[in-house]
């Protein structure tokens, strides 16, 4: 449940880098595809500070990397998120690889509402690093 500034407890878990806890949370079968009241999940909200500790144990732990936002009507996902950063860290290139060779079926061509995929917005951004991989596990 949501305290009163939109916080998750696997969220705080997470930011503050306290991993008993957040194993403790996920073993209890807590909901790690929540979405909160700003339309983010876990996942969107750890890549959007930049976060790779707290994105590549949910991504570990099988959070829905299909996921789209509700933010500001953009329906974006995590992939589409990570590709909008060009100057992407080798934790966050990392990441992608791992979302994209991991077993969660990610599906790179899920559009946002303008109707862009990760790669159109790969390309938007000139990220070429999220460009390359997408194209590399096609």
């Known amino acids: 449940e949501m305290d009163d500034r939109n916080d998750l407890p ?3 878990a997470l930011r503050t880098r306290q991993d008993s806890i957040a194993k ?22 750890a ?5 790779s ?3 590549q144990f949910l991504v570990e732990n099988n959070i829905s990397i299909n996921l789209q936002s509700n933010r500001e009507d953009k329906s974006r996902t995590a992939l589409m998120y990570l590709a909008e950063n060009s100057n992407i860290s080798d934790d966050m290139l ?6 994209l060779n991991s077993s969660s079926n990610i599906n790179v061509n899920l559009q946002n509402i303008e109707g862009n995929t990760s790669l ?6 000139r990220n070429k690093s999220v460009f390359k991989e997408i194209l590399l596990n096609r």
């Not at 990392?94 to 979302?99: G, H, P, R, T």
Request: net charge positive.
């Open 10 to 12: 696997l969220d705080l």
């Open 24 to 45: 403790s949370l996920i073993k209890h079968s807590v909901e790690i595809n929540k979405i909160d009241s700003d339309g983010l999940s876990l996942l969107h909200k």
């Open 47 to 51: 890549i959007q500070r930049d976060d």
């Open 53 to 55: 500790y707290a994105a």
């Open 94 to 99: 990392n990441l992608v690889k791992k979302m």
């Open 120 to 125: 159109h917005i790969a390309i938007k951004f």
